[in-house]
Every structure is written in C-alpha cells, then in structure tokens.
C-alpha cells in the first residue's frame, strides 16, 4: 500500500521544496504556491495519468482527465484535510471519479475492458528517482495482489472500479446473481487487504 | 426503499461495505448506506478496513509516464490562476477539458434528472430523516439589497444551516452538521432556472458540524442554494440528493 516514501532528490521541479513531504508541500500550495504544486503533480502524475488510461483506454481522454483532475485540486487546494488521508489518496480519488465520468459522457462501450498488453505497448516511463522505483515496486504488489485472487473475484474488482459499473451492472454482465456480485467484491478486497498488508502496514 | 424485514438494520447492508468502497452501489443505495454508516460502528470499521485496499487499487494499473505537453499545459493555466488568490476564491470556470465535454455530460447511475428530486421531502431512501426535516420559513432582516438571513431546509436531525446574504454575495453558515461520508466532500450548487449549476466550493464540516462557506460568485438571479455529499473534487452534476436547501 502506499508507504511513507520521502522523495531523494532529482526528478522534482525544485530541489529545496522536492525534500518536503506531500503534507508540508500542501501548506505551500494551500497560499497558491504554484511551484509546490508542481512537485506535487511530478510526484503523482505518473500514477494519476495511469490510472486515467486504465479507466478511459484512450491517450488524449485520459490526458484530458487528468488535466481536468489537476486544475480541479489546484482549485479546490484549500479543502485538503491532512486528517482524511494522503494527498496521493485525494489526487487518485479525484482522477478517479473524473475519469468514471468521462467513460460514461462518452458512452465508452469497451470500459474497464482495456487489456493490459494494450496499455503496455505504451513505453513505460524510466524510472529516475528512489521515489519512483518505490512506487513501482508499490505498484507491482498491488497487481500482483489482484492477480492473485481468484478470477471472478478480480473480475468483479476491476469492472467496479476501473469499469465503473454498479454491481447490478456487473451482475447483468457476468449473468451472476447481485449477492454473489458483492460478496465476491468483499472476498476479493478482504484478501487482498491481507496480501498487501502481510509486509507492512504502512498505510494511513 | 427497501420493505424487506429488517430494512435499515447492520443484516441489511452486511454485504454493501465493498460495494460501496468500490463505488459499485446505485445512488439510491449509496445514500441509504451512507445513512446507515452514521449509526453502524460495525460497517464503519468494516468500510475503514476495506477503503486501504480501494486506496491502492489506481496502482494496480500499469505505470506510465504522463507527457510531457500534459505538464506544460496543467502548470500553465496554474500559473495563470495563482497571482494572489485567496484559497477557495472562485476560480475561473474549469478550462479546456471540461468545458470541451460539458454539454454532453450523460447522468451518473441514476437520479438528479428530474428538477423535483431538489425537494428535500421526495428523497425516499432518507425519509425516516426528512421526518426531522425543520421546514424554517424566511426570516428577513432589513429589506432591500441589505444583509439578510435566510433559514434553510437542512435534511439531519439537528443540524441547522442558514444563507447570509448582504450585497450580491452569500454564505452558508452551517452548525451540528453530520461529517461528510467517506472519500465525499460536501458541494454548493446554486439554481437559477433550470438544472442546478455546480460551483467550486467544496467543504467538509467541524468536529462539531460546523462550517461557513462562501457561495462563489454573485447570488443575483438565485433561486436556490443546495448542498450536496459528492464524491472528492465535486461533480459537475449532483450525484446525490441534497442535504440542505435554501430557497430566495
């Protein structure tokens, strides 16, 4: 899950204000410090942008999405409330819900069917930082907590979040009855819960 | 609303906690789970032990680099806003991407289009709290273009909100409000004719439920002043019923 990682150096905007945690950082970008949100958005535009193309599966709506998130924090940066989680929990959250939205203005019939490899044929972005190489590691035990759950607990995971579907939705799809829809999302968030925690619990 | 026997009680919604974290639950159903959170401890916790895992699920995607251009423009139209603005100062209106699809925004999953769902007493799910609903007349203090008061219809049990107006600008003045749900925010949206318009103040409230919130913009031609629990960042169109409404 997401841990405590404070950045080394390199890769940010500004090297003094690249030191400060993301908590510190917004104390600055609360008083419209344009230059700390830009180590904010360095720290979490890779994240967000995936995201936004795993949700949208296309390059410019996901760009779209993820500017339209953006300019939605800048905006909205006085209602951060350190006490409610991370602010990579708020950035995600809010790239998150746009980019479920832009599928559904755009009737996007294929959503949450994006297939990895698809995604992947897409240079990945090198990895320059300690940061990033923790979050790349993050990432890839988040997948492969998914991964191994059992297929129709995944499935059900990946159609509610990244495909936005409500569980009748999704019900309807997989021609499943409602209650099993949900306890599998139950089944399958619980063990993965105690996948990812099994290293450490650092999340907040 | 559910007539199943026990509707409202901890069976009801044992199986709603992951649903609701993945954002999987219809409107109607979110509602009545969100309702169902205030006074369940067990599902709370329940929510609480689910939502770290939802919270790292944007990583389960593959990690790639955003463009470079993405960066040039984001930080451009920043710097364009950031020349001494006060923090929830109204902000120009949301610039290229958002304004490019907003005439084709489709509803979310359900509700919010017909123009009487803004009654307070229509919100089925929530009726048992609508029976608290203090229906406050308008109290006017001075008349004209000066400061004046208006009580307004707030939805919890308790809580009391009212709009004060002096000049073109307005704010909401809130108190015993219940916390905003999980990953939601509390929105104003502001009704001239037609559907209700989204503004950017989005707020949460106290440890005591209380807040005071300036409404964006200048409130001539308002109608109503409504709040609603959207998802964080706030929503172009309501996704939810609203809690507090305040009728001029």
Redesign the interface.
């Known amino acids: 899950?997401?841990k405590s990682v404070r950045p080394t150096g390199g890769g940010s905007a500004s090297e003094p204000l690249g030191a400060l945690a993301d908590e510190e950082l917004m104390q600055l970008v609360?008083?419209?410090?344009?230059h700390a949100?830009?180590v904010i958005?360095?720290r979490h535009?890779?994240?967000?942008?995936?995201?936004a193309?795993?949700i949208c599966g296309q390059?410019a709506l996901a760009?779209?999405?993820?500017?339209?998130?953006?300019?939605?924090?800048?905006?909205?940066?006085?209602?951060y409330?350190r006490g409610?989680?991370?602010v990579r929990?708020?950035v995600?959250?809010?790239?998150?819900?746009?980019a479920?939205?832009?599928v559904?203005?755009?009737?996007v019939r294929d959503r949450g069917a994006v297939r990895?490899e698809d995604?992947?044929a897409?240079?990945?972005?090198?990895e320059r930082t300690d940061l990033e190489v923790a979050?790349?590691e993050?990432?890839r035990?988040?997948?492969d907590?998914?991964e191994q759950l059992p297929q129709e607990q995944s499935r059900v995971?990946e159609l509610?979040?990244?495909g936005?579907?409500?569980?009748?939705e999704?019900a309807s799809v997989l021609d499943t009855p409602v209650?099993t829809?949900?306890?599998r999302?139950?089944l399958?968030?619980?063990k993965?819960?105690s996948t990812?925690a099994h290293p450490a619990e650092a999340?907040? | 609303m559910s007539t199943r026997p026990g509707a409202g009680g901890h069976d009801t919604f044992s199986?709603?906690?992951?649903?609701y974290?993945?954002?999987?639950?219809?409107d109607d159903e979110h509602g009545r789970f969100a309702a169902h959170l205030q006074g369940c401890a067990a599902c709370r916790e329940e929510v609480a032990?689910?939502q770290?895992?939802?919270?790292?699920?944007?990583?389960?995607?593959?990690?790639?680099?955003?463009?470079p251009e993405?960066?040039r423009?984001?930080?451009g139209?920043?710097?364009g806003?950031?020349?001494?603005?006060?923090?929830?100062d109204a902000?120009p209106r949301?610039?290229?991407?958002?304004s490019?699809?907003a005439g084709?925004?489709?509803p979310?999953?359900s509700g919010w289009r017909s123009p009487r769902r803004w009654a307070l007493g229509g919100v089925g799910a929530l009726a048992a709290v609508a029976a608290a609903l203090a229906l406050v007349s308008l109290a006017t203090s001075g008349g004209g273009a000066g400061p004046r008061v208006v009580r307004a219809q707030v939805l919890a049990r308790g809580a009391s909100a009212s709009l004060r107006i002096n000049g073109g600008r307005a704010e909401l003045v809130l108190d015993g409000m219940p916390q905003v749900p999980?990953?939601r925010?509390y929105q104003v949206w502001v009704q001239r004719r037609g559907a209700p318009q989204p503004t950017?103040a989005?707020?949460?409230v106290s440890s005591s439920g209380g807040a005071t919130v300036a409404v964006p913009g200048n409130i001539a031609g308002v109608s109503a002043v409504l709040v609603t629990a959207e998802?964080?960042?706030?929503?172009?169109t309501p996704t939810s019923s609203p809690v507090i409404v305040a009728r001029l």
């Open positions: 899950m997401f609360y008083r419209g410090a344009a949100f830009e958005y360095d535009a890779e994240a967000a942008f995936s995201l193309l795993r390059g760009e779209d999405v993820t500017q339209e998130a953006f300019l939605s924090l800048w905006r909205s940066r006085a209602r409330d409610r989680g991370s929990s708020w995600l959250g809010i790239v998150h819900n746009r479920i939205d832009a559904r203005r755009r009737g990895d995604v992947e897409q240079l990945p972005a090198p979050r790349r993050e990432a035990e988040v997948r907590a998914l995971i509610a979040y990244f936005g579907l409500t569980h009748v999704i209650g829809v949900k306890g999302m139950r399958g968030l619980a993965m819960r990812l999340m907040r | 199986e709603d906690a992951a649903a974290v993945l954002g999987a639950l219809a032990r689910l770290v895992v939802v919270d790292a699920l944007p990583l389960a995607a593959p990690q790639l680099g955003a463009p993405l960066k423009r984001i930080m139209a920043v710097a806003q950031a020349t001494g603005q006060a923090p929830g902000a949301e610039p290229a991407a958002a490019r699809h084709s925004r489709a979310r999953r999980p990953r925010t950017d989005l707020f949460s998802p964080l960042g706030g929503s172009r």
